[in-house]
């Protein structure tokens, strides 16, 4: 079975420097990931979604992500945190045989300092 | 263009009542989902409807859950007979026909059970 590990359920970076959030998946197949961004009370937004083309992913307000197979790693990063950053990371996998259904980590909570 | 709206954005009723969620997906969307997410973690698929076929039901918890949907328009969540694990924000999304497309998320249902 599919499944995502996110590995810090809290990241605390300062304003202008570089975003780390961790995802290793688990699947016996080449998968479809994806990271959605959560605001406070707001619904998810898509980031960005890997779905077998380039491993360097680019998504949305500079995020980018990089599938390593070896690794089973889907890190996103980002060079410079802005303030509007903080919110909650979630990485996700579709599941092998029906792809509309998402599997979701528990979620990374950014949190950036002035 | 119009985002996915949910109605109500809270909802706190005592336990044992009954309670219906809403969705409106977005226009010409023909898949749309619904999700629960529990305090402090990810979001856990209850149900899918793609078009006319007959919807992904394995998600939901128990047979006090039930949605229906008719065609390709809106969507409510139906929870009988509430109980206090029950709480949670409710989310609904939808996307375009075919695999991996990206989900448009609503802003959820907060759903607080007394």
């Known amino acids: 079975a599919q499944s995502v590990t996110q590995l810090d359920s809290h990241v605390s970076v300062s304003e202008g420097t570089p975003v780390l959030l961790r995802c290793n998946y688990s699947s016996s197949y080449s998968p479809s990931l994806f990271w959605y961004v959560q605001h406070p009370n707001k619904g998810l937004q898509l980031l960005l979604k890997?779905?077998?083309?380039?491993?360097l992913v680019k998504g949305i307000n500079g995020f980018e992500a990089e599938f390593k197979k070896s690794e089973t790693s889907f890190h996103l990063t980002k060079p410079s945190a802005h303030m509007s950053d903080a919110a909650e990371y979630f990485c996700v996998v579709s599941d092998s045989r029906r792809g509309y259904k998402l599997i979701f980590g528990s979620g990374t909570r950014l949190l950036v300092r002035p | 263009g119009a985002g996915v709206s949910q109605s109500p954005s809270n909802k706190v009723t005592e336990k044992g009542k009954d309670v219906e969620l809403r969705c409106d997906p977005i226009s010409g969307h023909t898949a749309l989902y619904w999700y629960r997410q529990r305090l402090g973690q990810g979001l856990e698929f209850l149900i899918y409807?793609?078009?006319?076929?007959?919807?992904?039901k394995s998600g939901l918890p128990s047979d006090r859950f039930s949605a229906e949907r008719t065609g390709e328009s809106v969507s409510t969540l139906t929870i009988q007979r509430t109980q206090q694990e029950d709480s949670a924000v409710y989310l609904c999304a939808s996307s375009s026909p075919g695999s991996n497309q990206p989900q448009h998320f609503g802003d959820g249902t907060r759903l607080s059970i007394l």
């Open positions: 409807f793609q078009g006319n076929s007959a919807p992904d």
């Open positions: 890997y779905t077998s083309a380039a491993t």
